[in-house]
């Protein structure tokens, strides 16, 4: 089995980091998770985990075991067959019931929609458990329980997927935290006066919207932008590419003007 990729050639990507620059100068590189065994000469993967360690590859974190499709991309997988509309049906279903729910908290307390829902689906399970005990009754059948199938699903949560799930939260949480230090202690300058101009449209984007709204709004893009993509590809990929060689122009030229903001190059 080939051996995978070094890591320090591909370091741990952070939220923001690929809009903010990455990982900042003098930021140490990734190191082997401890417990783990170099790698040997026959090949043997250098992050192999020892039985019984607990220690994990980093490649396989957020994913499932290698002999079953990882969970994480079941999942992606399900998400884009859903945003590209694949199965109308199931998308409408998902993606009005989103928008009630959205609509709905708008309208309403968190408290009283929560309650509202709540007591809509008692009413529709009760209805039905009625509606059967009264058929069974009349047509003298013993089918038994309505949901007796749902009853004994098992949906309990093993602790090594609550271990796995707990793991790759920890991952994201501490890289966001090391972005967040890197960017309000100025390791980077450019970086930092990126985030800083962030933030200011965000306040006028929070004087016009309120959570909700663009909450609704990221919905409604989420749903409908991926399908324009598609079918607009060429074009949006040309205007694309005009304002990200702009934006690069005037970044280029900022970076000029600024004392110390241009990058060390390594």
Known sequence: MAAPPDLQDEPLASPGSQWFGGRGEGEDEAAPPKGARPARQDGE????????????????????????????????????????????????????????????????????????LALAALSATISFRIYKSVLQAVQKTDEGHPFKAYL?????????????????????????????????LVQDLVDS?????????????????????LLLMAVVSMFTLP???????????????????????????IQAKIPGA????E
């Not at 949480?173 to 230090?181: A, F, G, H, M, P």
């Not at 993509?229 to 040309?238: C, G, L, N, R, T």
């Open 227 to 253: 399908v324009v993509y598609v079918k607009h590809q060429a074009q949006i990929d040309q205007y694309l590419g005009l304002v990200r060689t702009h934006i690069n122009t005037v970044v280029a030229k």
């Open 152 to 184: 004994e699903l098992e949906i309990t949560l093993s602790q090594e997927q609550i271990q796995k799930y707990t793991d790759c939260l920890q991952l994201y949480v501490n890289s966001t935290l090391k972005e967040l230090r890197r960017l309000f």
């Open 193 to 213: 006066l990126k985030f800083a101009v962030l933030m200011w449209l965000l306040t006028y984007v929070g004087a016009l919207f309120n959570g909700l709204t």
């Open 45 to 116: 993967p250098a992050w192999g985990s020892e039985a019984g360690t607990g220690v994990v590859p980093p490649g396989e974190l957020c994913s499932g075991p290698a002999r079953s499709p990882p969970v994480a991309m079941e999942t992606a997988s399900t998400a884009i067959d859903l945003l590209y509309w694949r199965d109308i049906k199931q998308t409408g279903i998902v993606f009005g019931s989103f928008l009630l729910l959205l609509f709905s908290l708008t309208q309403f307390s968190v408290v009283s929609v929560v309650a509202y």
């Open 262 to 265: 241009k990058r060390h190059t």
